[in-house]
C-alpha cells in the first residue's frame, strides 16, 4: 500500500499531457514531475559538452556529471542544469529532434527512472511521461493514457509556436511528432504503451477545462475507494 497519492500521466507528444498534470497539480497540491524535461536536459547536456546523440557510452558517461533541478514557476516550472536554467534550451527543435535517440539508451532510462522513483517517495505526485504507468510508478493509484488525433496534436503545437512568435511549418510539425511517436512506441526498453489499469482519454476535440474535469472526476472517484 503506498503512503502517498500518486497520478501518472502517459501517452504521444502534444497529447496535452504536462498542460494538464501542471492545472491538477495545483488544485490537488500535489507536486507535479516532468519526466519528459529530465530525457530532454540529458540531451541538451550532450550537445553542450560536443557529445554526438548517437555515442551512448560517451552520454552514460555524462549522467553522474548531470544535476537536474525543478523550481516553481509561472507560466511554468523553472529547469535547471548544474544550477544553469535551461527551461527554454530545453524545448528547441533540435533538442525536440534528438530527444528520442538519447531517451531510448537503457542507462539513460535506468538513471532518470531512479531519479523520478526517489522524488515520488515523499510526496502527493503527479508524473507525466511516456512509461510513468507501466515502469516508473506500477503502483499509482491513477493511471490515465491521454491521446488526441495526430492533426489535433500537430494543430495545438502549431498554435502555441505561433503564440511564442515562431515560424513553424504545420506539415513538418506533424512529420516530426509522428517521428518521435514511431521511435518512443517502437523502442526496446520501456516503450509507450497504455498501462493495463490505464484509463484511455481522448482529447480530440476537448477543451482543457474538460480534460481536467474528466481527470479530477477519475482521482476523486479513487480517493473515495
Ligand atoms: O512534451 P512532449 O510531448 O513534446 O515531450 P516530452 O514529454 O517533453 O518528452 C520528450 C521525449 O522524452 C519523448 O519524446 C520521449 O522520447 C522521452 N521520454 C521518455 O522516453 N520517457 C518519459 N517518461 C518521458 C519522455
Ligand atoms: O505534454 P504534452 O506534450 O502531452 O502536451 P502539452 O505541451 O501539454 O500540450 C500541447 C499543446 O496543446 C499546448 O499548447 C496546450 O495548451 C494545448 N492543449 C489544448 O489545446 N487542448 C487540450 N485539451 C490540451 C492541450
Given at each position: ?7 501518472a ?24 514531475v ?91 505526485i503527479?508524473m507525466d511521461?511516456?512509461?510513468i ?93
Amino acid at each position: 500500500m503506498l503512503k502517498n497519492f500518486q497520478v501518472a500521466i502517459d501517452g504521444p507528444a502534444s497529447a496535452g499531457k504536462s498542460t494538464i498534470a501542471k492545472i491538477l497539480a495545483s488544485h490537488l497540491k500535489y507536486v507535479y514531475v516532468d519526466t519528459g524535461a529530465m530525457y530532454r536536459t540529458v540531451t541538451l547536456a550532450a550537445k553542450k559538452s560536443g557529445v554526438a546523440y548517437s555515442d551512448e557510452s560517451g552520454i552514460v558517461n555524462l549522467l553522474s556529471q548531470i544535476d537536474i533541478r525543478f523550481e516553481p514557476g509561472i507560466p511554468t516550472q523553472r529547469v535547471y542544469l548544474n544550477n544553469q536554467e535551461v527551461t527554454e534550451d530545453i524545448r528547441s527543435t533540435e533538442v525536440t529532434n534528438n530527444v528520442s535517440q538519447v531517451a531510448s539508451y537503457a542507462a539513460v532510462r535506468q538513471n532518470l527512472v531512479e531519479r523520478q522513483r526517489q522524488i515520488a517517495n515523499s510526496s502527493d505526485i503527479i508524473m507525466d511521461g511516456r512509461d510513468i504507468g507501466t515502469t516508473v510508478l506500477p503502483h499509482a493509484q491513477v493511471k490515465i493514457f491521454l491521446i488526441a488525433s495526430v492533426e489535433e496534436r500537430a494543430n495545438r503545437r502549431y498554435k502555441e509556436n505561433v503564440a511564442k512568435g515562431m515560424t513553424v511549418d504545420l506539415v513538418s510539425l506533424k512529420k516530426d511528432i509522428e517521428a518521435r511517436d514511431y521511435k518512443d512506441s517502437h523502442r526496446e526498453i520501456s516503450p509507450l504503451t497504455q498501462a493495463k489499469d490505464a484509463v484511455l482519454v481522448d482529447t480530440t476535440g476537448l477543451s482543457i477545462d474538460d480534460v481536467v474535469s474528466k481527470i479530477t472526476k477519475i482521482i476523486q472517484n479513487k480517493q473515495k475507494q
